[in-house]
């Protein structure tokens, strides 16, 4: 199965980038950090389309896993991520034959904040899309980065994810 990982925090390397790099020594996965593509916002008069979204989606939908990579930034997806879900909606409009290449796809998600949390509804948008995409989507998981590096306890729980993505 061809993995990748999509990053959407908003620096490249912080701790997002810390839980990705461990997934990836224990999961084969490509990479794209959307922070590095310029993916403006959603445009109901497509204004936008010489930007990197469509580049990014196409490299994407040539997965067979996309895994999300997001910070929790209040208490929801980072801006990056959701102008990048955002912009799927292009997917379903113009750009049809790629919006038909994520079906029966997978999707995966991890989230990365400060603490271990209690937010139930933190990864319905990712689980709603991919069914509304004809997505299966894989599971989640919450990680989280007290002081300067993930704790073994967080790593452990990475180390499980990564076989269930296998
Ligand atoms: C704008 C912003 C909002 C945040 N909101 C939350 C939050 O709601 N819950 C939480 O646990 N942490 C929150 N944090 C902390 C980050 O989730 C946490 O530091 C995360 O590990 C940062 O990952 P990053 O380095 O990839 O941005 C927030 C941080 C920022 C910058």
């Not at 390397?13 to 916002?41: A, M, P, Y």
């Not at 102008?83 to 029966?104: A, P, Q, S, W, Y």
């Not at 948008?125 to 989507?137: D, I, N, Q, R």
């Not at 894989?138 to 180390?159: A, C, M, Q, R, Y």
Request: aromatic content about 14%; charged content about 25%.
């Amino acid at each position: 199965m061809k993995r990748i990982i999509v990053q959407g925090s908003s620096r490249s390397n912080g701790n997002t980038n810390k839980i990705v790099q461990f997934l990836q020594s224990h999961l084969e996965c490509d990479f794209i950090d959307l922070s590095e593509c310029d993916i403006r916002q959603y445009d109901y008069k497509n204004r936008n389309q010489n930007d990197d979204f469509l580049t990014t989606i196409e490299k994407i939908v040539e997965y067979d896993l996309i895994i999300f990579a997001t910070p929790v930034y209040w208490y929801s997806m980072s801006g990056i991520m959701k102008t990048f879900f955002d912009r799927i909606t292009d997917c379903l409009n113009i750009d049809k034959e790629i919006g038909r290449k994520l079906h029966g796809k997978n999707m995966a998600a991890i989230s990365c904040g400060s603490d271990s949390f209690d937010n139930d509804g933190f990864f319905i948008p990712f689980e709603k899309s991919a069914e509304y995409l004809g997505m299966y989507y894989f599971g989640h998981l919450h990680t989280w980065v007290e002081e300067n590096d993930p704790s073994n306890s967080v790593l452990e729980l990475i180390k499980d994810f990564s076989k269930k993505l296998k």
